[in-house]
């Protein structure tokens, strides 16, 4: 058999995504795996344990970074695959999960055939990629890639108060691992689409070029509560009506700007959240996105003026909490025009994409050439239990990995 005849294989990955899934699964084919969590460890001890068990040297980095490490021939600068293992609390198997055990199935199938590649290989699980329990997202590999100072990472505080250095302490996964582990030759994720765009044009690979920038805020407006029934309208000073008024001005915002442009709040409370009672007290969450730089800062700006015109308007304060910010990132060409050629090589449709989830990869492309692989996402679902990619795509993906993977580490 020669190298180019390698596959994954394919039934032990399934296994395993099904394994890893019942940690945290929440009875409805979905997982909650949120980060730092007893769930999360326990994820992170079988992860690691497969690593063990695929002869890899396991490290765990100060903020909670697992890598397993396959030595080359030579010792040089390592091609890196990963991904996470959290999960937002309405997670599905296969978002993040699927590039790290595909990483896992790379180094098993090399292991199978006896081959050891020139450079070492490192398949990581980066910390808090989801940001549904601390934010920022993609915390640990933002900390990894130098973006973010170690003792601000552990500083950050969970939405359930939580500091994030006593909950890496408390799981056992504060480790000593030099920060950054290793300086990659390159880095290459693998991940389910999380979209439609695949699964509507029945491709089976993307090879992502580009990934949207993300920003993240939380907006804290102060009303004063009073009567329902009593305070005329013209009196009022109602928290819950602006935090209504500004979701329903975004979605206009979205839609009259177009392009890639998104908006999402997904969070909103509501205090004292009664029925009779004008709400003293609303915060909500912000997730713009855009591919375009200029444009983000622009819906970020028109969002600010609007806030201000209706806090002046209806007699309320309205303060905003940055929470994340990340600007759009442009992959590496070589590695995605390589990953296109591996998925042709291997019979399988493929096409050029753009990436509207952050990734652990966007911030490894600070320090490394980076880029992506997709496959598909059955109706493009995600962040929900529902989540779903046909055996046959999940695959295709880790056996364009596992070439690409191969090309990089000759
Ligand atoms: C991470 O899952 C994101 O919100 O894109
Ligand atoms: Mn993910
Ligand atoms: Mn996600």
Redo the contacts with the bound molecule.
């Keep these: 058999m020669t190298t180019q005849d390698l596959r994954i294989d394919a039934d032990a990955l399934l296994a395993r995504l099904t394994e890893l899934g019942r940690i945290g699964a929440t009875g409805d084919g979905g997982c909650c795996r949120l980060a730092l969590t007893d769930a999360d460890r326990a994820g992170r001890d079988l992860v690691r344990r497969w690593m063990g068990e695929s002869g890899l040297q396991v490290q765990v980095d100060p903020v909670g970074n697992l890598f397993g490490y396959r030595a080359g021939t030579e010792d040089t600068a390592p091609v890196m695959t990963g991904s996470h293992i959290d999960t937002v609390a309405t997670g599905g198997l296969y ?1 993040g999960n699927y590039g790290v055990l595909s990483g896992l199935a790379v180094v098993q199938a090399l292991n199978r055939a006896g081959l050891k590649t020139r450079r070492p290989l490192v398949v990581a699980a980066f910390t808090n ?3 549904a329990r601390f934010q920022p ?1 993609m915390l640990g590999s933002l900390v990894y890639a130098g973006g973010l100072a170690l003792a601000a990472a552990h500083d950050t505080r969970a939405i359930d108060g939580a500091r994030l250095g006593d909950e890496l302490q408390r799981i056992g996964y504060l480790g000593n691992a030099p920060l950054p582990l290793v300086r990659p030759h390159a880095y290459v994720e693998l991940h389910v689409e999380q979209g439609p765009v695949l699964d509507a044009e029945g491709i089976t690979i993307g090879a992502v070029r580009d990934l949207q920038g ?1 920003s993240w805020q939380e907006l804290t407006i102060e009303g004063q509560p009073n009567h329902a029934g009593t305070t005329p309208m013209r009196l009022r000073h109602d928290a819950g009506f602006c935090a209504a008024e500004l979701a329903c001005f975004l979605r206009a915002l979205a839609a009259e700007m177009g392009g890639s442009q998104v908006a999402t709040v997904g969070a909103i409370d509501l205090h004292p959240n009664l029925i009779n009672v004008i709400a003293a007290r609303a915060r909500l969450t912000v997730d713009l996105r855009n591919t375009d730089e200029a444009l983000l800062c622009q819906a970020e700006q028109r969002l600010a003026a609007h806030a201000a015109a209706l806090a002046a308007s209806e007699g309320v304060r309205i303060t905003a909490r940055r929470l994340a910010r990340f600007e759009p990132v442009r992959f590496d060409a070589g590695i995605a025009d390589l990953i296109a050629r591996q998925a042709a090589r291997l019979g399988y449709s493929q096409r050029p994409m753009t990436s509207g ?2 990734h652990d990869a966007q911030m490894l492309a600070r320090m490394a050439p980076a880029a992506m692989i997709f496959v598909p996402s059955v109706r493009g679902i995600s ?1 929900n239990p529902a989540e779903y990619t046909a055996p046959g795509d999940l695959a295709a993906g880790a056996n364009v990995l596992l070439h690409t993977l191969l090309e990089l580490a000759s």
Excluded: K, P, Y
């Design positions: 978002d990629e989801e940001g997202d993300i989830a952050g962040h």
